[in-house]
């Protein structure tokens, strides 16, 4: 079995300053990660993932999130945030192996950017 | 191309009522899964399937709830007799067969129980 803790509810920061939304999670076995995206009234969105590979990796709106094997994390980064960044962000993962495709999310970070 | 629909967006139901809530997948993805959050955790899985049958139902939190998928298109899952405890946002996702990694998900159904 797996889970994910974020550590903080509630990330506010000012437009165009950085940002680090953390996550670790615990399993038995080798993990996928992902990041999920919420904006207001919207499904969920993937953001970012990793399989396999690289340990950083991007996404097109300037994330990234690198995965710590060592430390069982997986932060997210952006070095300068917008306004239109404002939503609420999932870190989830996925167990290595069978068929089973579920996935296990964390509680979410909402991630406040003002003006 | 029409992202994953949801149906009701929301719906308030008294204890003991019986409620029934759609999603129509993304056409063309064969997996089809249903989570749920309460308000203040996390998002839980419930439930999986593939085409029309149950790959993985672990998640399900008891016999009062019930998920069919019909010739595998649309998915409905009912709530019979519902309790308060089964407050919260319910959301569908589907993914394709060879890239389950992307799991695009509705917009959810947030379920209110007085």
């Known amino acids: 079995a797996q889970s994910v803790t974020q550590l903080d509810s509630q990330v506010p920061v000012f437009e165009e300053a950085p940002v680090e939304l953390r996550c670790n999670y615990s399993s038995s076995v080798s993990v996928y990660l992902f990041w999920y995206v919420q904006y207001p009234n919207q499904g969920l969105q993937l953001l970012l993932k990793?399989?396999?590979?690289?340990?950083l990796v991007e996404s097109i709106n300037g994330f990234e999130a690198e995965f710590n094997k060592s430390q069982t994390s997986f932060h997210l980064r952006k070095p300068s945030v917008h306004i239109s960044d404002t939503a609420e962000y999932f870190c989830a993962v996925r167990g290595l192996g069978g068929s089973n495709y579920k996935l296990t999310f964390g509680k979410g970070t909402l991630l406040t950017v003002n003006p | 191309e029409a992202g994953v629909t949801q149906f009701p967006s929301h719906s308030v139901i008294e204890k003991g009522q019986t409620v029934t809530l759609r999603c129509d997948p993304i056409?063309?993805?064969?997996?089809l899964y249903w989570y749920r959050r309460v308000m203040g955790k996390e998002i839980k899985f419930l439930l999986h399937?593939?085409?029309?049958?149950?790959?993985?139902e672990s998640g399900m939190p008891n016999n009062r709830f019930l998920a069919e998928r019909t010739g595998g298109t649309y998915s409905t899952l009912k709530v019979q007799p519902a309790e308060l405890e089964d407050s919260g946002v319910y959301f569908c996702a589907s993914s394709l067969a060879d890239t389950w990694y992307e799991q695009y998900f509705g917009p959810g159904t947030r379920l209110t129980v007085t």
């Open positions: 990793y399989l396999s590979g690289s340990t």
């Open positions: 399937f593939v085409k029309e049958s149950k790959q993985d």
């Open positions: 056409s063309g993805h064969d997996n």
